[in-house]
């Protein structure tokens, strides 16, 4: 079974992840979601809260596993579920900066993890948690 995990803060899950998800599925016979925490980011929910979203979103999805990592780096993690494939998004050219570095620093705490890139459709590649958030704190 080819596997490939998607470690995000999804803060909070958006249509730009489930598509992701959906994309890797054409490819892939499971996706394992993590919900982790960034220490980049200063988090509007618990990884609980976000977890809970984050397997209502993803309840009709079969082949998607959806697990909490909140203390392990995502290279590890993946060494440790004996997983060796990475999915990551790109919206721009600041994500792929970004994206290579993260690679780069995967590979060396795991040789055998390769990261997967999809471009974000057209129409989302605007769409980030971040801005999501901003508008959320608006409607409030």
Known sequence: MKKIMFPASFDPIHQGHIKLISRALKVFDQVVVVVTNNYNKSHDQLIDERYQQVCEKLANFSNVIVI???????????????????????????????????????????????????????NEKEISSTLLKEINSYQK
């Open 68 to 122: 909490k990592n909140s203390d392990q780096l995502t290279a590890k993690l993946a060494q440790k579920l004996n997983i060796i494939f990475l999915l990551r998004g790109i919206r721009n050219t600041t994500d792929l900066d970004y994206e290579y570095q993260l690679a780069n620093a995967n590979q060396i705490l795991n040789p055998e993890l390769q990261t997967i890139y999809f471009f974000a459709d057209e």
